[in-house]
């Protein structure tokens, strides 16, 4: 018997966890690779557009490793348990170690292995519920999206590269992918939209007043006329008492987070720590491989047959333990279900003060929030008043009841107001009036949490892919950072009006939202992988053809 994981300590728990143990051998990810032949790897002598019909092979990413494994393999008694992580991409993982054993030997009997931590319980689990075969569905969503983002990636760059080339522009690549492009492009088009932004001048008048011996401002509405609000201002600047015109005030609740996602994961704490989202899942992945959390790549906000008591047993010798009371917990469910992972939870204590410490924290306090906390109470409040015949109000809420904010208190609101009860007809001493000329304020720069949103809201890649995007864009050239904002480069906004002016369908959401609806339709038996394959490559292949004609006639302008 042989078990295959795809990290060392994902090994190691499966070794201390069975009885008796078994043999392991540990990958370092993907062991194979798509590649064209070598004859199609020389960019001077093949034309582009020939790779759209070129053939492709399997080839060695790792060859120590594949060297080692067939070794193995070769003398294995007994079956191979196929224990990659229980993702797509572990399946095609899974699918490249059962190609190198069937090449290794004439017959090999497999089983594949599915946990979502590496807690002892759960793998145990796993060993007793050995599945017979592959999730022949995810293998081929990740065939194709592999070739797929092969050929057309490998098209598009040596075009654009190569027109550079001639043109003698400097650039020594010029990378394009369907999901970096349109990832640059919300980029280009928030930065339009802030160069585009005309300020207009508006003005308001601002009173402050005594309320039962708290001060409140209240505002009018705004008036874009100078000559009226001066007119205004000078009818009310000397005002003694406002009349309370009404105050309404009522209670509401903030619910506690859903289970956590990948994707909710990533943009808070891109938010929280300030780092990048690659960032953020490598050291999530760390957690995960080393045991401290569930697996970190799920699409799942539900929980499914889940054993709370457990972790949270486990959390009440954590400096969490004072919010959690043994045996009681009522989870908040959301409303979707990857049908592969469940939320993301903590597994065991993670003690040390590091960026992993950091993570570790907000996926055990977002936990114990859902699962052990309740909705937090606030009062929202309303008030009207009128100075002689000038409408003013504010709005405002405070907390009454904390809630889960005391053990997630990330997102907890600031600049609260509270303020006394009033009915309509009383009069409020009136402190000071001013009126305040303003101008209106363009959109602000994304940051990475802004912009991984827009990634899954248009269905750009997957929860186990977005983080990579945005690093991608800044590592080739076509963005940057600045003050945690996303800015464009100039040769980031060239390339994406030179793919604009050809066709929108080669900058948009639009296309890779398409690409992402033919790897569903692969994954649910809808379409073979040949037939998805053709179409797809069919619509990049038309799009390559406009594209080269345009660099043709324009000359490349970058």
Known sequence: MLVVTEKGSVAIAISKAISPSPKTFALKGHILDLDFPEE??????????????????WVVRDFKTYRNLKEVLKNLNGPLILATDNDYEGELIAYEVLQLAKSARNQVKYMRMRFNSTATNELRDAWTRLEPDLNWGWVWKAYFRSKFDLVTGATYTRLLTLSARKNRYPYKLLSWGSCQIPTLWFIYTREMEIRNFK??????????????????????????????????????????????????????????????????????????LGISGAKIMSLAEELYADGFISYPRTQTNMWIRMNHKYVLDMLSNTPLSKYVRSGVFQPKNGRKNDNAHPPIYPVKPYLYDDAKGKIWSYIARRYVANVASKDALLKRWRLDVHLKDVAMNNMGRYIIDDGFYEVFPYFKPKDLSQIPEVKPGEFLPVLKVELMEK????????????????????????????????????????????????????????????????????????????????????????????????????????????????????KLIL
């Open 199 to 272: 300020p207009e001048t508006y003005y308001e008048l601002k009173a402050i007043l005594n309320v039962k011996g708290v001060e409140v401002e209240v505002f009018s509405k705004p008036i874009k006329d100078r000559s009226q609000a001066i007119s205004l201002y000078e009818k009310v600047k000397d005002v003694k008492e406002a009349t309370v015109s009404s105050f309404e005030s009522e209670f509401f609740s903030e619910h506690r987070p859903l289970p956590t996602d990948t994707d909710v994961m990533l943009q808070e704490l891109t938010k929280i």
């Open 439 to 554: 101008k209106t304020k363009p959109p602000s720069r994304l940051t990475e949490s802004d912009l991984l949103k827009l990634l899954e809201k248009n269905g750009i890649g997957t929860d186990a892919t977005r983080h990579e995007y945005p690093s991608k864009i800044i590592a080739r050239g076509y963005a940057g950072k600045k003050r945690k904002t996303f800015i464009i480069t100039q040769l980031g906004e060239r390339l994406i009006q030179l793919l604009e002016n050809v066709n929108g369908q080669l900058v948009t959401p639009e296309t890779r939202r398409f690409v992402e609806q033919i790897m569903g339709e692969v994954e649910l038996g809808k379409r073979t992988v040949d037939e998805a394959l053709n179409y797809a490559l069919n619509v990049y292949s038309d799009l390559y053809a406009k594209l080269e004609a345009y660099i043709r006639s324009a």
């Open 40 to 57: 199609y790897n020389n960019w001077r002598t093949i034309d582009p557009k020939e790779l759209f019909k070129a053939p492709v092979k």
